[in-house]
């Protein structure tokens, strides 16, 4: 793995304090000029009608881009929404260091003026991610982890740094977020009443902020329909950082930027395979689907 841009500390040190600067910066310049300010014709949809896009996404992952590209001689970028643009970008995954962008992670949230949204910075090796920041403007808070190194919180109005460890205790109440979007439907309608009926579910709407949640050991779990690279190379390194584990729910495979199919995050392996057994129990036909 070609970790060794992280293994030194005062590097560490560099590269939180950039990518810090930089995602305070955007959300300041762009998307919090934009929020509760967003016209009409600032939005629109991508993939459904209920995947939107707006003017704020687009320049604020533009000034990251521009501002991220040739850091740690990295020049090789993965934004959402060029992503989008590009379609096929598998190409681009599977390469020594490359930079992961999401430049507004619950962008639902974000237009119709609700707090859970957040900014997403990741870097990934060979598929992996090593190194992952999420900045959540509204709540002051700036989280990131380090492959074997720890995830940590800032309290951005203070400073004050606190490492993020999920408790190893085990807890009859499941507590959680996530959905099914992204699983066929003929398995997800079974799927999602399972959730609803088995587990204490929450919809967050921000994949970034269930990650801060369950870190928090606010939550207990999240599960997930389908994997983005942009969304889930933080959730899947911070988790693990604080001690959860994050697998793909269908055959229990460890997560790279290239998987497809749905994932699970979870405080600790017990719960993990409570909720895997309670939604997905063995005899669901959904555990044979070959993505």
Known sequence: MNDISI??????SEIIAFIMNLLINVNKKIILHYYKNLKSEDISTKTS????????DKKSEKFILEHLKGFLNVNDILGEETAFLQKKYDKYLDIPLLWVVDPIDGTKNYING????CSMISLVSFMVPIATF????LKHKFVYAFKNF??????TNTNILSQLLINPYKSLKLIGSGGTKGIPENYRKSILNNLRTSTERLFIGSAGIETIMLANNEIQ????GRVTPWDHSPMDLITKEAGGC???AINK???NIKSKGSILAASNVQIWNNIRDLIIPSDNPYRKYKN
């Open 7 to 12: 293994q030194n500390n005062k590097t560490r």
């Open 49 to 56: 009608n209920d995947d939107f896009v707006s003017i704020a």
């Open 114 to 117: 609700k707090e859970n949204f």
């Open 134 to 137: 999420i900045y959540c403007p």
């Open 150 to 155: 720890g995830a940590y919180q800032v309290d």
């Open 221 to 224: 779990f999240i599960f997930h």
């Open 246 to 248: 994050v697998y793909m």
């Open 253 to 255: 495979d460890e997560f």
